[in-house]
């Protein structure tokens, strides 16, 4: 169940649980995107519909979801994000993380 780029767009809230669950920084997504650190934080700032121009969201939706993220509707039990698989596609390490595994 991909999000669809025609439907409503994700709230402030799934993008910010969709990083986490990469394990990925602001600054590192804002690198993999090309887009502002600052977008990032402005979209991910509200727990409701992210205020960022739909381009802007288009591109956060096609990022993460290539990395193995799947936005889930609100319907019925509200909005959510799971990984496709136990494996998600590894966009970078932490360098944090890169110490804990030495």
Known sequence: MQHSLDSE???GS??????ALLNVSV?????????????I???EGTNGAAPITAANMKLL???????GVLFIPAEALGPGVRLASPDPAKM???????RLSE
């Open 41 to 43: 934080r402005r979209a």
């Open 14 to 19: 799934q993008l910010r649980a969709a990083r």
């Open 9 to 11: 767009p994700a709230t």
């Open 92 to 98: 970078r390490l932490r360098k944090r993380d890169l």
């Open 61 to 67: 939706l096609t990022v993460l979801g290539h990395a």
């Open 27 to 39: 600054a590192e997504l804002a690198e993999k995107t090309g887009l502002a650190v600052n977008t």
